[in-house]
């Protein structure tokens, strides 16, 4: 079965310092991943996913089929990173997402 | 371009009873998914409609059922319901597509059962 793992429910992280978010994965094709953020008092969004290679707001992801990871990074933090980030896996053909428990994520000033 | 929006957003309901939570699609989206988010949780799947018929189910009973109308709004049904479907119901919608995987989804609707 597949399951999505982030390990840290809240992590605090000085404005101006690098930004990691874990998440591990367990599936036995090749899934896809995702990264969604929630914004205090906002709907659930795409943040970035795999496929697509990109950087957005700063924050890219690389997937390591290996360690079976896809970390969320962002070299540095900016208080208006301050959300709830989830990790999500599809399996190609089914748009079924499966989320991490989620990171609250938290830029001090 | 309309975002997903769902009705109602809170709701009160006793257990034993039945409730309908409903969904509008993102203009131009043909599927929704329908998702419950318990405290503290992720979101986790329930089903997926796509062209009015069930596209995928997650490990959820069959008292939780759902409906796709042909302008693509939908209803999700929860039969009997129990204390432990409190939770927010969380509604997306996409494109159906097999290299897709972006979904919209709306604000919730934060279900309370007593």
């Known amino acids: 079965a597949q399951r999505v793992t982030q390990p840290e429910k809240l992590l605090s992280v000085f404005k101006g310092a690098p930004v990691e978010l874990k998440c591990n994965y367990s599936?036995?094709?090749?899934?896809?991943l995702f990264w969604y953020v929630q914004y205090s008092r906002q709907r659930l969004q795409l943040l970035l996913r795999h496929i697509s290679r990109e950087s957005i707001k700063g924050f890219t992801a690389d997937l390591n089929k290996g360690e079976t990871s896809f970390h969320l990074k962002k070299p540095f933090a900016q208080e208006e990173d301050s959300a709830m980030y989830y990790c999500?896996?599809?399996?190609?053909?089914?748009?079924?997402?499966?989320f991490g428990t989620g990171t609250r994520l938290t830029i001090i000033p | 371009e309309t975002g997903v929006t769902q009705s109602p957003t809170h709701l009160i309901k006793t257990r034993g009873q039945q409730v309908t939570l409903r969904c509008s699609s993102q203009?131009?989206?043909?599927?929704v998914s329908w998702y419950q988010q318990a405290l503290g949780q992720g979101p986790q799947f329930i089903f997926q409609?796509?062209?009015?018929?069930?596209?995928g189910r997650g490990n959820f009973p069959p008292r939780f059922s759902g409906l796709q109308f042909p302008n693509y709004s939908s209803e999700l049904n929860v039969n009997a319901l129990e204390l432990d479907d409190s939770a927010l119901y969380l509604c997306?919608?996409?494109?159906?597509?097999?290299?897709?995987?972006?979904?919209?989804f709306g604000p919730g609707t934060r279900l309370t059962v007593t």
């Open positions: 599936y036995s094709g090749s899934p896809e």
């Open positions: 997306a919608s996409s494109l159906h597509s097999r290299a897709s995987g972006e979904q919209y």
């Open positions: 203009s131009g989206h043909n599927t």
């Open positions: 999500a896996l599809m399996y190609f053909g089914n748009e079924k997402l499966t």
């Open positions: 409609y796509y062209r009015e018929e069930e596209n």
